[in-house]
């Protein structure tokens, strides 16, 4: 199957920016989704951003696709301690049978 | 009330026996899936199911099966249960051409 890459963890200081990568292996994904996961709880749907787009915002989030790489970022501005969490990059490689990658902890410190 | 509801939360049971997890949605979603979340590996997919009676195997369905009794509830069951099924268990529902996948708590399952 795919495999969808995400570095493991990253640490940053409360105020500053996050920028979160991943790869991805399926030229023909349709769409491509980052998801957060707090502790206890299931995956909640961040942001999303269409395969024909390059980069997409939301408020505090940044999403930029680059098609030719494979590779996907997700940047939160101001990173508040709130935003602590694993994020997941997702590929959906059809039929919304999403191909997940192993996750990014994100450890905010004040 | 959680759109999403998987029972039960936390379920601990021996090798060799049969469990089954639930999972209902009160979305009005066609599409269900079911998710196993390992530490360092994310999510892979068990099983998904676009109405009840279209089932299909995801990446890793050996060892589990699933019924969809109705549009609203999708189950998976582990016939005999090993050591290596343990693992955080996530059901998710979608909407028929939506982007969007919801997702419910999770059952965290250890086999011993």
């Known amino acids: 199957g795919e495999d969808v890459e995400q570095s493991l963890f990253l640490s940053v200081r409360e105020g500053d920016s996050s920028v979160i990568n991943c790869t991805y292996t399926d030229s023909s994904s349709t769409y491509l989704y980052w998801y957060k996961q707090e502790p206890g709880a299931g995956l909640q749907l961040l942001t999303y951003i269409f395969s024909n787009m390059d980069m997409k915002q939301d408020q505090r989030l940044t999403v930029l696709l680059n098609k030719k790489d494979k590779h996907l970022s997700l940047r939160i501005a101001d990173t508040q301690t709130g935003d602590s969490a694993i994020y997941f990059c997702a590929e959906d490689t059809g039929r919304r049978a999403l191909t997940f990658g192993s996750g990014t902890r994100l450890q905010v410190q004040p | 009330d959680a759109d999403v509801t998987q029972t039960p939360r936390n379920r601990i049971t021996k090798t060799g026996k049969r469990i089954m997890l639930e999972c209902s949605q009160t979305k009005g979603h066609d599409r269900m899936y079911w998710y196993r979340q390992d530490p360092g590996l994310g999510l892979r997919l068990i099983y998904y199911?676009?109405?009840?009676?279209?089932?299909n195997k995801g990446e890793i369905s050996d060892g589990y099966s699933v019924s969809r009794q109705a549009q609203a509830k999708f189950s998976l069951s582990l016939e005999s249960a090993i050591p290596n099924q343990t693992a955080l268990y996530f059901c998710a529902t979608g909407d028929r051409g939506g982007e969007k996948l919801f997702f419910g708590s999770g059952t965290q399952l250890s086999v011993l």
């Open positions: 199911s676009f109405d009840v009676k279209d089932i």
